[in-house]
């Protein structure tokens, strides 16, 4: 840390070689070690950094709100002229909420359910004894009213499960600046938020940091938010800050092979469209253990024999700009490094693989026509004694899409849009009212399962949870092999299927044995990717397949699935969320908003020249992890109708930046435009 | 760590992706299973409850099974002018009204209560845990309607319902059994149907419908060895139950007919003449209290090993 | 709100008229002649007569079973076998001593096990937690009867501090309360360490979640965040509980009112029984179910009105 910036004037907080221990079962955890770094007054700090980081935890270290297994090894938290690390519970209870005050991840758990959101407000007021209740009351409700909550006279006295997740994190945000506290500590505030939302609450912290002079950490993995939003940022990797500085040094010389890497791998950042991801190898260290030397060495690219014995300097560059690495300072300094940003630092594995020949797209695999979906709300008594006549709401409706053989299918939506159920309603998971679904020609929807089930052989889903799709109680071994014992499919080995499919998702031997609580995210992953394709299918649906991983790893996976895709002639139809994922590994795209297509086309078109206004949203809404191409405005406003109140007329409408009187009473049909690119508004922009 | 990454790596960008993950050798996982194993072993050890709990429960089974070879006299033979002797060498817990041997009566009685809580608790468990899985996953309606037989036999108190019965088919150990066995389905079932209803919507089930598991392979597979665990942990805590209720329809004469020892006898016995001889209540309570301290001790160490969520602490 | 009380009471109801048919077809389950079952074999010609024509016993099945619940509903429970008096008013003249054993009972149970839960929960592994620890297992491994019959044994034969049997004289409130003592403290003393455990295991779940950690990062008093936020969430599940337990206290009262002589609904239904008075038996157990129904009403009510989430609910 250099002197000169610890002891600038305009640190608020200054955190100084904190080191914080869990005891867990396994030993000590050295989750913090000599963590470092000020905080500037007025500016907005981003700590970024992978799970396992221990971003979050010097967050709680700051708040004296560790877990109780954590221990405070050394260090001090320097908040004006006091040691908050050793500061009384009283003196840290005065400082909470009124000079520090948190926004949490989940607005869903981290808030209340029993209590509204005046009483909860109310409570915060608590030590201002010389206000009236009434005028706290309107406190608050000014409070929600800065931070986009409409009608807040009504709403303050709602409560959390009556708000969408994005009110839901507004009100945690008005409640945090609340009493006007100097710092604000928001802990990944948009990872529970769809796109649309989180470039919504970016803005707003943005703006509200402007108009309050506040100051703000932001802690959070995702480097578009970090870099749209922060000024200073720290980067953290395995307990340790190994860089810092000024959100452009960082994005644009980075001088840390990590942080080099980790933004090499974002997708988001990669411009040219490749098929394969760079992936930084390796898992996080077992911080259990003795460490010794740089904590990045058994995964740098340019790890030097020194660098596993000796803890790389603090080199030095500006104010509050460092980064730990032996190549920058010292006898191992290297004046190559950092290499321009044009040149990859890390693998994107072996040699780029072919894409396969296309299949005609006149013999699609999977053709999906007109299809409707509808959940039952309310049941026939319910309905009858609450006076509803509506007792259905359309999950999806009229949709049609096709995925040829050896093509990716991009569907692309924001949570309740429908996707999830339409890939299960294709596998026959789900029951659909209305419209076909047909492979390979055969009608198969609602088919039933007795009919259905060698048809199971042909087409596999992906679940969005890695972990979670894989029954607890089964070996790897047992997990990856079920599927022949299923189909009854007798004469295989099964031992010598289990090690021929582990090979083939690049899973070592010795995981056979093992069970799913054992495996990290990407490792359950490939054990969800060796089931599916355990009987060669033809199709495979896969539901979010980067969910849950971090970026350094997320590559590992696509990779595979296209390599798999180059080798069998697979056809992908890929759920997700993630735009600059989905940008990578898609032929087409098809943009679902309310359980409809509202766009569909290829993926280079869709992303060049939105037609469909909430394409453009979508496009826009995914942060540029590039602090020199920040947005200025937000493009869409507002949040996803409910399905119980669908619009009369486009269901895009009441959000529309463009929309006309001919939007709201009229629902527009899907249209072909010459290009071969299908949309569904009345006013496609040019 | 370090050590088992090999030099070739080190250069840059020529990375194989294929070694990713996997510096966990196979020695390591078999290391931490046994670790994990070996932990869970000195949890249940170092915890005095599980130990105490699991030392009374073995005396429990000890006792009850070797009774004929551990009891002094014969349970049921009578020594009239010995009766309502007060603890000495030759009767260790006394005599009854009729003279015979409390302590050999409480070990025969212990053959009663073993008998009740293996066959009670284990039917109740098969049938309660078949009762909900099919409550969890078959249909709505099914669900709704096991739902309200549950409801409706637990609204009955266990005594309450066994007093009815008892009036119209008179005392009886099968009576008894049948009374225990219906009013504890409930409770297993409602457990069991939770948890499957939890289940039935997680991904892994899904998953299995997506590979085309059939509904049977899909309970008997993924279903049941996930909720069998928290049921086992509510039979050891019922044992208590069902051995008190058959001790309390036996102490109010509604349980084990008159020679017959057993535990709700010798209190019944004893009552009537607490004013004499008060050692028969206290003597024949004890192996009770036991019995309850030690299965309740051993579930709760059960439960605080297995299912640390589903009771923090102690 | 209105929906879901509705819809509580609607099935409230249906389990009271399930609850009607079990005791009802229980006569039929039994080979023989209802009439001689159900008024025992002391009966006479005369009074079967009489019964067969009062239960409309030429009737077909479903036929009394809907003048059953047709009489039941207009408070007429049928005539008690020996003394012809109406079953219902006997019902009411014992039902009050029943209901202010078990408020007793029950009500030092929780002033006492809620605050020491919440106590041992605020400060886990303190003396005052373990205290709570070993105190509750003791006292929930001492099966009610037991304890019945040790606290008579030893507060009343052997001390002689208060009295062994009865409710104390008609219209004298001190005599009454003291003849209530023994066995309100026999009755509610399990459910003290099962409410503690029950509070202090909830309490330290809720303590663990997102919500809280917010309220103290907010600053908020420590006393606030316990009582205001955790109790407040923390309450909810032991709410079902002392709900759902009532049915166990209904045995406990059971048993209480016969050792301690106490001429309750519990004792009526016990020399019922033992008198073959069936329909005494059928009237008291329908009164003792139907309360038990009622207090998971209760139950239930008190929930939605705490949580929102539940009031809104379907």
Redesign the interface.
């Known amino acids: 840390m250099p002197q000169d910036a610890a002891h600038a004037p305009e640190t608020l907080l200054d955190v100084r070689n904190l080191s914080v221990d869990f005891r867990t079962p396994r030993g000590r955890v050295k989750a913090l070690r000599d963590v470092s770094f000020p905080i500037r007054r007025n500016r907005i700090v981003g700590i970024v950094g992978e799970s396992g980081s221990g971003k979050s935890t010097v967050l709680w270290a700051l708040l004296g709100l560790l877990a109780k297994n954590a221990d405070v090894m050394g260090g001090e938290v320097r908040f004006g002229d006091r040691d908050l690390l050793h500061a009384s519970e009283a003196q840290l209870r005065a400082t909470r909420g009124e000079e520090i005050s948190v926004v949490f991840q989940d607005p869903m758990t981290s808030q209340i359910p029993v209590l509204t959101y005046g009483r909860q407000m109310l409570d915060i007021l608590y030590r201002r004894p010389n206000v009236s209740a009434t005028e706290k009351r309107h406190m608050a409700v000014e409070m929600l009213r800065k931070v986009g909550i409409p009608d807040p006279d009504r709403r303050i006295d709602q409560y959390p499960h009556h708000f969408s997740g994005g009110m839901r994190q507004r009100a945690g945000i008005a409640m945090a600046l609340l009493t006007g506290p100097q710092l604000l500590l928001a802990d990944e505030p948009t990872t529970a938020l769809d796109v649309t939302m989180e470039a919504q609450i970016i803005h707003l912290l943005q703006d509200l940091q402007k108009e309050l002079d506040a100051t703000i950490v932001v802690v959070s993995h995702n480097l578009g938010l970090i870099a749209e939003l922060c000024d200073d940022v720290v980067v953290m990797y395995a307990g340790e800050v190994i860089e810092a500085g000024d959100v452009r040094e960082i994005f644009h010389n980075a001088q840390h092979p990590y942080t080099r890497a980790l933004l090499e791998c974002d997708p988001a950042r990669i411009n040219d469209v490749s098929r394969k991801l760079p992936v930084i190898p390796g898992d996080i260290p077992d911080l259990s253990k003795a460490l010794s030397g740089c904590i990045y060495a058994p995964r740098c690219q340019r790890v030097l024999p020194v660098c596993r014995e000796t803890l790389p300097p603090d080199v030095a560059r500006g104010e509050m700009s460092l980064a730990r690495c032996h190549l920058l300072d010292g006898p191992h300094r290297d004046s190559s490094w950092p290499p321009p940003l044009d040149v990859m630092t890390v693998g994107q594995g072996e040699g780029t693989a072919a894409k396969p020949a296309r299949a005609q797209r006149d013999a699609p695999l999977l053709d999906i026509s007109d299809l409707s979906v509808q959940f039952e709300v309310v049941g026939p008594i319910q309905a009858r004694l609450k006076g509803l006549t509506q007792r259905h709401v359309d999950a999806v409706l009229d949709v049609s899409l096709s995925v040829a053989p050896g093509e990716t299918v991009g569907l692309v939506g924001e949570s309740g849009s429908g996707k999830t159920t339409l890939g299960r309603c294709v596998l026959n998971l789900l029951p659909s009212q209305a419209g076909h679904v047909r492979f390979e020609g055969e009608d198969i929807r609602n088919m039933p399962e007795g009919r259905f089930k060698p048809l199971r052989r042909d087409m596999a889903m992906m679940f969005q949870d890695p972990v979670g799709s894989l029954s607890p109680r089964k070996s790897v071994r047992a997990l990856i092999t079920e599927p022949f014992q299923i189909h009854g499919i007798a004469g295989v080995d099964l031992d010598a299927e289990a090690e021929r499919l582990a090979e083939m998702v690049r899973l070592p031997k010795h995981f056979l044995s093992r069970y799913p609580h054992e495996l990290s995210g990407g490792q359950a992953r490939r054990v969800g990717v060796a089931r599916a394709l355990a009987l060669n299918p033809k199709l495979i649906i896969a539901d979010e397949p980067t969910a849950g991983l971090d970026v350094s790893v997320q590559g590992e996976i696509l990779n595979l699935m296209a390599d798999l895709q180059a080798e069998h002639g697979l056809g992908y139809l890929i759920i997700t969320h993630n735009l600059p994922v989905v940008r990578h590994i898609a032929d087409r795209l098809a943009i679902m908003y309310l359980g409809r297509i509202v766009e569909e086309g290829p993926t280079d078109e869709v992303f060049a020249r939105p037609v469909h206004p909430y394409t453009r949203a979508l496009v826009e809404g995914v942060p540029q992890p590039d602090p020199d191409r920040r947005r200025v405005h937000v493009s869409i406003s507002g949040e996803v109708p409910s399905l119980l109140n669908r619009p009369k007329g486009c269901d895009f409408a009441g959000r529309c930046p463009v929309a006309q009187d001919r939007c709201r009473t009229e629902k527009p049909p899907h249209l072909t435009m010459t290009d071969g690119r299908r949309h569904a508004c009345h006013f496609p922009l040019g | 760590m370090s050590e088992n990454r090999s030099e070739s790596e080190t250069g840059i960008l020529a990375v194989d992706v294929s070694g990713l993950s996997d510096h966990v050798t196979d020695a390591e996982t078999r290391e931490s299973a046994a670790r994990e194993r070996r932990e869970k072993l000195r949890m249940f050890l170092t915890n005095w409850q599980g130990l105490t709990g699991l030392i009374l429960v073995a005396v429990f089974f000890a006792s009850a099974i070797f009774a004929p070879w551990l009891a002094p006299y014969d349970p049921n033979a009578l020594d009239v002018p010995a009766r309502l002797s007060g603890p000495t060498l030759d009767h260790l817990a006394g005599t009854d009204q009729l003279g015979r041997d409390t302590l050999s009566r409480i070990l025969f009685g212990g053959r009663v209560a073993l008998k009740i809580a293996a066959i009670g608790v284990s039917v109740a468990l098969t049938v309660g845990l078949i009762l909900g899985m099919i409550a969890g996953f078959g249909p709505r309606w099914l669900d709704s309607l096991l739902l309200l037989v549950f409801d409706t036999v637990r609204s009955f108190p266990t005594i309450v319902l066994a007093l009815a019965t008892v009036a119209l088919t008179g005392p009886s150990l099968a009576v008894v059994l049948a009374i225990v066995i219906i009013t504890s389905i409930p409770q297993y079932a409602r457990v069991a149907r939770t948890a499957t209803l939890t289940l039935r919507n997680t991904d892994f089930i899904l998953a299995e419908r997506s590979l085309g598991a059939s509904m049977t392979r899909t309970l008997l597979h993924h279903v049941m060895p996930n909720v069998v665990g928290p049921l086992l942990i509510l039979a050891a805590m019922d044992v208590p139950v069902v051995v008190t209720v058959e001790a309390g329809l036996s102490f109010l004469g509604l349980g084990v007919t008159p020679p017959t020892a057993s535990w709700g006898t010798i209190l019944n016995e004893g009552y009537l003449v607490i004013r004499d001889a008060p050692w028969m209540v206290i003597a024949g309570g004890i192996p009770l209290i036991l019995t309850t301290l030690g299965f309740t001790f051993l579930g709760e160490a059960l439960r605080d090993i297995f299912d640390p969520r589903m009771g923090k602490g102690r | 709100m209105l ?1 879901y009380l ?1 819809k509580r009471l609607g ?1 409230s109801a ?3 008229g ?2 009607v048919l ?2 009802f077809s ?2 039929y389950f ?1 080979p023989g002649d209802p009439a001689t ?1 159900a008024l025992g074999p002391r009966a006479t010609e005369e009074a079967i007569a009489r019964y067969a024509e009062k239960m409309h016993l030429d009737e077909p099945v479903w036929r009394q079973f809907l003048i059953y619940i047709g009489n039941a509903l207009t408070g007429d429970l049928g005539l008690d076998v020996f003394s012809d008096r109406p079953v219902t008013a006997i019902i009411l003249e014992r039902i009050g001593f029943t209901l202010s054993l078990v408020g007793v009972g029950m009500g030092w149970a929780v002033l006492l096990g809620i605050p020491l839960g919440c106590l041992a929960a605020v400060r ?1 592994n303190s003396w005052l937690d373990r205290v709570t ?1 070993i105190l509750s ?2 006292t ?4 009610s ?2 304890v019945s ?2 606290a ?2 030893i507060f009343a ?2 001390l002689r501090w208060l009295p062994a049997i009865g409710a104390g004289e008609p219209g004298q409130v001190g005599d009454q309360l003291i003849h209530l003592i023994l066995p309100a403290f026999a009755i509610g003393l399990s459910w003290v360490g099962y409410l503690a ?1 029950m509070v ?2 909830s309490m ?2 809720v303590m663990g ?13 420590p006393r ?1 965040v316990i009582f ?2 955790a109790l ?2 923390a309450i909810l599940p032991t709410i079902t509980l002392i709900g ?1 337990g009532f ?5 406990s009262t ?2 209480a009112e ?2 301690f002589a106490r001429p309750g609904l ?1 004792k009526l ?2 020399d ?2 033992m008198a ?1 008075n ?1 329909p005494i ?2 009237g008291a ?1 329908l009164v ?2 139907g309360l ?2 009622l207090v ?1 009403l209760f139950s239930d009510t008190l929930i939605a009105w ?4 539940v009031r809104e609910s ?1």
């Open positions: 929906y509705t099935l249906l389990v009271i399930l609850v079990v005791l229980l006569l039994i079952i886990p620890g297992v003791g929930i491994a001492v099966p009867f037991l019959i040790w008579l044994l034969v052997h455990r202090r295991a330290l779940e979640e997102n919500y809280i950690r917010s309220a103290r990062a907010f600053g908020l008093r606030r205001g936020y407040r969430v759902m049915g166990g206290m209904i045995s059971v048993f016969i050792i519990g239904i016990f019922a029984v073959r069936f038996v059928q157990v003792a179910t038990y129904v998971v705490f949580d929102p989430r379907l």
